[in-house]
Structures are given as C-alpha cells and as structure tokens.
C-alpha cells in the first residue's frame, strides 16, 4: 500500500516535471492555466464584458475583431493592445478597430486581484469567446497561458487580408497562418455574423469594382441600390452598416445565406462564392438534411486561431498596462 503510494507520488512528480518541461520550452497552452495563480480571472473578463456590452452591445463584434486583429500579426501576444508610435494600430488595415478600453478595464481589475499573472493576450482571448457568448453565440473553453509580445510594428500589419483581394490571396493569407480553407470560411463568415463595417470599405465594391465604374456581381440586384443609398458617392465614410444584413448582433448562420444569395456587405465575404471548397462549406451549414453545426465548428476554429505564434513559458512577459510594455 504504502509501496503503491511512493509509486503514484513518484508519478505525480514526474508528471510534474513533463509539465514544467512543457511550460517552460513554451510551446503549449492549456485550459484553466490560472486555476491555481487567479481562479477568478475568466470570471474577472466575462463580467466585464458583460458589463461594456450591456453599455454599447456594439461593443462584442468590437472585441471579436480585435482578437483576429491580434492573432494575425506576430501571434495572438496582444501586440495589437501596445499604443506606440509605429505600432500595428497605426496600420490601415487596423483602422476603426476598438474596444481596448474593455481590455484595459479586465487588465486593471485583474491587476488588483492577482498582480503579475494574467497576460493582455489571453485577456483579449478569453473577452473575444465572451463576447461571442453574449451575442447567443457558442460557449467555448479557451485555452490559456499566453505571454505578452513586447514588439508591435505598423510594416507587419499591413499584410493583413484585406477586404478588396481576391480569394487565392486570401486563402493564402489564411494558409499562411495555419488556418485551413475550412478555418477560413468559418472564422471570415464566423466573425462577420455581428458587427458593423464602416462605408470606408465599400466604394471600390460598388462603385468602381474593376476600375471601369461597375459594382461587384456578386451582389444581388436588388441588394445593390440598398447599399448604395446607404454609402452614397462621396458621403460620409464613417457611417456604420450592419455586416451580417438584418442580423447585426446575433450570432447565427444568417450571414452564411446571405453570403450564399449575394447579399455579403463585404467583399472579402462575397469572395468566399468564388471557391468551390469554400461555398461548400457554406452550405454543408445551410443547405438541406446538414448536420454539421456552425457554431461548435466556429468555436473550434477560434480555439486554434487563437494558437496562431503564441509565447510561452519564459518568453514575452506579463504586461502591468495592456498599451504599454513594461
Ligand atoms: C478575409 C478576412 C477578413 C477581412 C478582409 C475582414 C475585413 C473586415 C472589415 C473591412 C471590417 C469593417 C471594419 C470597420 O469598418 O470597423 C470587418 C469587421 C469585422 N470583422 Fe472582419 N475581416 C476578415 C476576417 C475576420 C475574422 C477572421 C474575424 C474574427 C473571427 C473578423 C471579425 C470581424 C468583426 C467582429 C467585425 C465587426 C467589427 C465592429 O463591428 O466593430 N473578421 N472585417
Ligand atoms: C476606378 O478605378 C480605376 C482603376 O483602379 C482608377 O484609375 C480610377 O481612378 C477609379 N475611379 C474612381 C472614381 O475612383
């Protein structure tokens, strides 16, 4: 008995160690990793999500996009948090990104209950699964344990996809960070099923898609005119249009039939109609006798977008103030 006892003792040190082996090489999240340093941390972030959306429900499509602002340049390291001069933020592809604040609110508090522990990049994490959750969206398990980047450049944000390329570069943006075309569809029509883009981004779609003063024939024709009274020529830019139409703050596979009948608001959506595979995977969501779940699916594909370049272990550092490093 006794002898039974060291031996699983011994084990559990030696489990121990492959732990501490793992962490410290880096390489591996894990769920719960602030059960023991801050069990109230998730807690910590879901609350204050809830609270911000509560406040301005625009405030959840802001997060959601934040966190694949973050994962898509230098890894999901919170770089994308850092306000410095010729930072990622400054980048164009990062323009009307928002709900720092809400990032900066958990980071306070959480610095207050348990000083040094939870890094900006997980904050950001687990605030975009939250978000995702308060807009009926699927309740997933974000694996923790990220370390926060002390680098933040403008000149690598610019490769991000960008709304205008067609899908071979956007797939291959997407390939490039390990996301299958799979991943793509579902993260591209998953993130765009709540929110709203600026008509900043819509011009070159309607107004002038091949150069030739013509709109994207993609788009349904009776769709068409809609968008253009609500982005007229030389109106105001900043004005704001629902991204998944008529669906913008819940979360469901309305913005999959509506990519499905021309009715994308984004181009870069509309472009999911050009591949074969990807149109697919639409409709293995929406069309008749489907099984597959969006939701879950999209879950899964956060979960490993949220993989993409993390630092571990020793690398990066726990920052005080999510803008600044320490
Ligand atoms: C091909 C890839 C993608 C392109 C080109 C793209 C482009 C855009 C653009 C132009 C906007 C409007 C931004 C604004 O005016 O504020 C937008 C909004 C948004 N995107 Fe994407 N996106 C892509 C993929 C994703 C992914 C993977 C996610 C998350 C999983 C995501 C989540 C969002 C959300 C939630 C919004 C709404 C933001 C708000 O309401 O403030 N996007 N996207
Ligand atoms: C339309 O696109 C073409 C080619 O990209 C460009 O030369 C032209 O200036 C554009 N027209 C407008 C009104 O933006």
């Given at each position: 008995?006794?002898?039974?006892?060291?031996?699983?003792?011994?084990?559990?040190?030696?489990?121990?160690?492959?732990?501490?082996?793992?962490?410290?090489?880096?390489?591996?999240?894990?769920?719960?990793?602030?059960?023991?340093?801050?069990?109230?941390?998730?807690?910590?972030?879901?609350?204050?999500?809830?609270?911000?959306?509560?406040?301005?429900?625009?405030?959840?499509?802001?997060?959601?996009?934040?966190?694949?602002?973050?994962?898509?340049?230098?890894?999901?390291?919170?770089?994308?948090?850092?306000?410095?001069?010729?930072?990622?933020?400054?980048?164009?592809?990062?323009?009307g990104?928002?709900?720092?604040?809400?990032?900066?609110?958990?980071?306070?508090?959480?610095?207050?209950?348990?000083?040094?522990?939870?890094?900006?990049?997980?904050?950001?994490?687990?605030?975009?699964?939250?978000?995702?959750?308060?807009?009926?969206?699927?309740?997933?398990?974000?694996?923790?344990?990220?370390?926060?980047?002390?680098?933040?450049?403008?000149?690598?944000?610019?490769?991000?996809?960008d709304v205008n390329e067609p899908i071979?570069?956007?797939?291959?943006?997407?390939?490039?960070?390990?996301?299958?075309?799979?991943?793509?569809?579902?993260?591209s029509a998953?993130?765009h099923t709540i929110g709203t883009t600026a008509c900043f981004f819509m011009p070159k779609r309607l107004y002038n898609f091949t150069g030739r003063s013509d709109s994207d024939p993609a788009l349904n024709q009776q769709f068409l005119p809609q968008l253009k009274s609500v982005c007229p020529p030389g109106g105001n830019v900043d004005h704001r249009l629902a991204l998944d139409w008529s669906s913008a703050f819940?979360?469901?596979?309305h913005i999959l039939r509506n990519i499905l009948n021309g009715f994308a608001v984004l181009a870069s959506d509309a472009r999911l109609m050009d591949?074969?595979?990807?149109r697919?995977?639409m409709?293995?969501?929406?069309?008749?006798?489907?099984?597959?779940?969006?939701?879950?699916?999209?879950?899964?594909?956060?979960?490993?977008?949220?993989?993409?370049?993390?630092?571990?272990?020793?690398?990066?550092?726990?920052?005080?103030?999510?803008?600044?490093?320490?």
């Open positions: 008995m006794l002898c039974f006892r060291l031996q699983t003792f011994a084990l559990s040190i030696f489990q121990l160690c492959l732990l501490l082996i793992v962490a410290s090489n880096g390489q591996q999240l894990q769920f719960g990793f602030y059960s023991q340093s801050c069990p109230i941390a998730e807690m910590t972030v879901r609350l204050t999500v809830q609270q911000a959306v509560q406040a301005d429900r625009a405030v959840a499509a802001q997060l959601l996009r934040l966190s694949f602002h973050d994962c898509f340049v230098e890894g999901c390291d919170g770089s994308i948090l850092l306000n410095t001069q010729d930072g990622e933020r400054q980048a164009p592809g990062n323009a990104l928002a709900g720092f604040n809400v990032i900066e609110t958990a980071k306070s508090r959480l610095e207050s209950l348990c000083p040094g522990v939870v890094s900006c990049a997980d904050i950001l994490a687990l605030a975009a699964r939250d978000a995702v959750a308060l807009s009926n969206g699927p309740d997933y398990a974000v694996p923790t344990g990220r370390r926060d980047g002390r680098f933040s450049s403008r000149t690598l944000a610019n490769n991000l996809p071979e570069v956007l797939t291959s943006k997407f390939r490039a960070k390990g996301m299958s075309i799979k991943d793509f569809v579902l993260l998953g993130g819940i979360f469901d596979d591949d074969r595979r990807a697919r995977v409709e293995s969501y929406v069309g008749g006798g489907q099984t597959a779940s969006f939701g879950a699916d999209f879950a899964e594909a956060m979960v490993r977008m949220g993989n993409i370049g993390v630092k571990t272990g020793s690398q990066g550092e726990i920052r005080q103030i999510c803008s600044q490093v320490n």
